[in-house]
């Protein structure tokens, strides 16, 4: 080696939180995640980036917000997850599973502010500008407005940017975006974070919006470095099943409202179309009369939706019945068989059990502890809960029921689309007109109310020792 000459030395940085180490690791040391050192080699000419310009400081209340006024996409789902919409300067990061309709939606958003007098950019960096044509002719997207550029050069986007001056910004992916001066090839985790980080620095500075669309692993999780997280202001996930034409649009962190709402569209030969009526949506295939089924008002944020709980009960001779949960929390389930079994005599030690959310929706939250266990409980004893009844309430370990938020919400909704009847907890609030609450203070007694608890010893006296 001659004098005088260094070689470039590789480093290893951590993709979940971004520590460097000098040599490979099997275990990151600040963040303690296994397996997720990665190789990367700095940028020739060391780091790259622009002085920083002089700044003064103002005054909080002299802050000009007229320049902060969010721009609405057209697209109502969409504006109602944003707040109202886009912000200038903003940047977005959309992520969601191959196929889910991330491109489709982006497209509709922007022609149709392309329509409404905003200049638009659409960079497709993975597919041609041909095959984005013919989507935008299917969908009825070609506005005037709307600009197209076919390239996965970081320098080419950026010349682009510059020649067309648009007010908003579409990358279709940033995984796919290169930058020639970094190391690595386009998808790796120093590509994606100097390319995120060069396009959040350009929406900054001149009042850019941009939105990204990201690729999510096999865990639904966005993919690439998760300082790509810290660097956008808003990060939406865009979520369904496939088999099913329900998509389902939230915010996981948005700095400029809340990230309690939720987008409904449904997937048409068309695009992707509004659903402002969800809860009729999702009930308009139910069949009454069936045993282990259940309705439950949830809440989504602001927004009330009315969504079926199915479960079904068979018997198994096997020593590990099987405990399958579809829309719902693994572990929830497995709680809740817990307290049936303690706290009812409700066994379900000589069962299969399947429990999912008809129409693609996964419930989270603990309101629908009391809809999952009757419809537990009406599976095991072949009882039905009658059509007209609802329920809603969290499920402590001693069988005792507890209300949840926003009761009188979720009951106008129930009662808007018919149903008469609603079992809640004894605390809950009085219901609104049109509707009357059945009030419970265990399990056992909401179970009484709808006919099963009278077939538990039945279904005891049957049990496989």
Known sequence: MLWGVTKARTIHRCSACGETTPQWLGRCPACDEWGSLVEERPPPGGARGRSPLAARAVPLAEVDLGAERSRPTGIGELDRVLGGGLVPGSVTLLGGEPGIGKSSLLLQAAAAMGRTGSRCLLVTAEESAAQVRLRAERLSCVAPGLHLLAETGLPEVLAAVEQVRPDVLVVDSIQTVMDPDVGGAAGTISQVRECAARLVREAKEGSLTTVLVGHVTKDGALAGPRALEHLVDTVLGFEGDRHHALRLLRADKHRFGSTA???VFEMTDAGLVDVPDPSGLFLTDRHPGIAGSVVVPTLEGHRPLLVEVQALVNHT??????????????????????????????????????????????????????????????????????????????????GELRQVGATARRLAEAARLGFRRAIVPASAPDPPPGIVALRATTLKEAMALVGCARQVREVRRVRVP
């Open 261 to 263: 709402e939720l987008g």
């Open 317 to 398: 001779s096997v020593p590990n019945p099987r405990r399958s949960a579809i829309g719902l929390d693994q572990r929830r389930l497995v709680l809740l068989l817990a307290v049936l079994d303690r706290r009812t005599q409700l066994g379900f030690d000589n069962a299969d059990v399947h429990a999912s959310v008809v129409g693609g929706v996964r419930l989270v939250e603990p309101g629908a502890d009391l809809a999952v266990a009757l419809a537990l409980a009406s599976a095991r004893t072949a009882v039905p809960v009658p059509d007209d009844v609802v329920a809603c309430g969290e499920i402590g370990l001693g």
